[in-house]
């Protein structure tokens, strides 16, 4: 496989549950992304790694929780989510955090949350 | 407050019509970015502009930075139904180096 690759495509969660939305990346980037995306609304960058490490975190919940293991996956850990929390989860991997660098996404997680 | 701002927020024509889509702003832009998303897909990268007044063009596609470096347009010619999808700006905003996407354009291309 090539390029960035998001699991599950779908998923479907109660709010009390938990759950872990997965990225990898085949492309040897250094850079990792997490954005979410709503209906109506702009793209909202969530979380950003570099090297393994976080760089930047927007005012996100902490019933949002990155992970970082290695600079070819990223995860996102999901508890007591709000209905407000459905939308797109899409991961994006860039050479290097810098600004103005191409963007590569993946598919996304469609989330809905009851 | 929109950052960027893109219109048409939808545009549905005929196919072998020409299209132009908009995305503005008050703040000025180091770089541009236009990206297509396709449902149930990623946004994937066609073009970045960088110098106020660059124009570029991928086939069909023709993508002119403003000379002030805060807005830009898409121009679409003989508009095709492989066009349709989700058409999103970004930029990379010259004050303090944040990306900023628009909403986006829905684009339908009827056959």
């Known amino acids: 496989e090539t390029g960035v690759t998001q699991t599950p495509r779908h998923l479907v969660m109660g709010m009390t549950n938990k759950k872990s939305l997965k990225c990898e990346q085949h492309?040897?980037?250094?850079?990792m992304y997490w954005y979410k995306q709503s209906a109506k609304k702009p793209l909202e960058l969530m979380f950003v790694y570099s090297l393994e490490e976080r760089v930047e975190n927007n005012s996100v919940p902490s019933r949002f929780s990155p992970e970082c293991p290695n600079s070819s996956h990223l995860f996102l850990h999901l508890h007591t989510l709000q209905p407000e929390d459905s939308a797109l989860y899409l991961c994006?991997?860039?050479?290097?955090?810098?600004?103005?660098?191409?963007?590569?996404f993946g598919s996304g997680t469609q989330l809905s949350v009851l | 407050t929109q950052l960027l701002e893109q219109s048409p927020q939808f545009l549905s024509i005929q196919e072998g019509e020409n299209l132009t889509v908009y995305c503005n702003s008050s703040?000025?832009?180091?770089?541009l970015q236009w990206y297509r998303q396709e449902p149930g897909e990623g946004p994937v990268l066609l073009v970045t502009?960088?110098?106020?007044?660059e124009v570029k063009k991928l086939k069909r596609l023709t993508f002119q930075f403003g000379d002030a470096r805060k807005d830009s347009s898409l121009h679409i010619t003989a508009a095709q139904p492989g066009d349709t999808g989700l058409y999103l700006c970004a930029g990379v905003r010259d004050r303090d180096d944040k990306i900023i996407f628009g909403k986006g354009t829905r684009l339908h291309i009827l056959p």
């Open positions: 502009v960088v110098t106020g007044g």
């Open positions: 703040s000025v832009f180091s770089s």
């Open positions: 492309l040897g980037h250094n850079a």
């Open positions: 994006a991997s860039s050479q290097d955090l810098s600004t103005g660098e191409k963007l590569f």
